[in-house]
T-cell receptor, first 110, second 115 residues
Framework: GDSVTQMEGPVTLSEEAFLTINCTYT??????LFWYVQYPGEGLQLLLK?????DKGSNKGFEATYRKETTSFHLEKGSVQVSDSAVYFC?????????FGTGTRLLVSP | DAGVIQSPRHEVTEMGQEVTLRCKPI?????LFWYRQTMMRGLELLIY????????DSGMPEDRFSAKMPNASFSTLKIQPSEPRDSAVYFC?????????????FGSGTQLSVL
């Protein structure tokens, strides 16, 4: 079945460092791709999405590009802040539901 | 709108007891999802409803789990009898149309501990 694979965490960075969290997927057809973020003690929130190949989703300084040729949707941010510390989930749409990766914890220190 | 509302926020119970988790979706949303989050397995979809009708319950782990949606504004997830391995965070989410291209709105979750 359709699935999402994320890099294992935690990812530990200093403030203002560059962030990459890898995400690859396996899917039949052409799914939409998503990044969700979960702050401590809260539910998941949509961070960004892309609906077709070569689309770039962006929000709050985060970006991800839908790469069909490499079946990837890597999350990037040029300069992270302490407030970005959270768990990040990559997801794809599959038959009316979302399939999530296992999540990657990001820890940003001052 | 207040968002997706789940209750209780925390539940501690003993093995063998019945546990009922509650969810109020965002008004007007046609889809409701129940997820379970654990360290080992990440976020798993248990069941989802469309217009109050269960569409896919293939993620429900076993017969001890059941979910209902008696009306558009309320859903329950019941575990009877509960076991320690059921300890997890249970999330409810809703969406306006469907998951494809439409974002899910998550509640804050119920932290369940079964002793």
């Amino acid at each position: 079945g359709d699935s999402v694979t994320q890099m294992e965490g935690p990812v530990t960075l200093s403030e203002e460092a560059f962030l990459t969290i890898n995400c690859t997927y396996t899917a039949t057809g052409y799914p939409s791709l998503f990044w969700y973020v979960q702050y401590p003690g809260e539910g998941l929130q949509l961070l960004l999405k892309a609906t077709k190949a070569d689309d770039k989703g962006s929000n709050k300084g985060f970006e991800a590009t839908y790469r069909k040729e490499t079946t990837s949707f890597h999350l990037e941010k040029g300069s992270v802040q302490v407030s970005d510390s959270a768990v990040y989930f990559c997801a794809l749409s599959s038959f009316q539901k979302l399939v999530f990766g296992t999540g990657t914890r990001l820890l940003v220190s001052p | 709108d207040a968002g997706v509302i789940q209750s209780p926020r925390h539940e501690v119970t003993e093995m063998g007891q019945e546990v009922t988790l509650r969810c109020k979706p965002i008004s007007g949303h046609d889809y409701l999802f129940w997820y379970r989050q654990t360290m080992m397995r990440g976020l798993e979809l248990l069941i989802y409803f469309n217009n109050n009708v269960p569409i896919d319950d293939s993620g429900m782990p076993e017969d001890r789990f059941s979910a209902k949606m008696p009306n558009a504004s309320f859903s329950t997830l019941k575990i009877q009898p509960s076991e320690p391995r059921d300890s997890a965070v249970y999330f409810c989410a809703s969406s306006l149309y469907q998951a494809t291209n439409e974002k899910l709105f998550f509640g804050s979750g119920t932290q369940l501990s079964v002793l």
